[in-house]
């Protein structure tokens, strides 16, 4: 089993940024792969970023240039800087973590951006 929590949502208008945060517990040794999704209401969940199985990066398409994942393994934390936000950002965002056979989610954490 994995644990995962996540923080730093909230509202922000246009333009400003925000820092997310995934601290996952439990089987840590075992995972290979994070990434963050996102779900706006009435849709579905999509990728934002994410951190493969060889420590390379993926981004969307619609957030590259603004936002950045990152890690500290020490911490077992994987954080999203997010910059230049737009109101389409707004959505759910959720923390996922793969290990072999499993896929776990976090609870998620709203970010809002007013235009």
């Known amino acids: 089993q994995v644990q995962l929590v996540e923080s730093g949502g909230g509202l922000v208008q246009a333009g400003e940024s925000l820092r997310l945060s995934c601290a996952a517990s439990?089987?840590?040794?075992?995972?290979?792969?994070m990434a963050w999704y996102r779900q706006a209401p009435g849709k579905q969940r999509d990728l934002v970023a994410t951190f493969t199985s060889d420590g390379s990066t993926k981004y969307a398409d619609s957030v590259k240039g603004r936002f950045t994942i990152s890690r500290d393994n020490a911490k077992n934390t994987v954080y999203l800087q997010m910059n230049s936000l737009k109101p389409e950002d707004t959505a759910v965002y959720y923390c996922?973590?793969?290990?072999?056979?499993?896929?776990?989610w976090g609870q998620g954490t709203q970010v809002t951006v007013s235009s």
């Open positions: 996922n973590a793969a290990i072999p056979h499993a896929f776990y």
């Open positions: 439990g089987r840590t040794d075992s995972i290979y792969a």
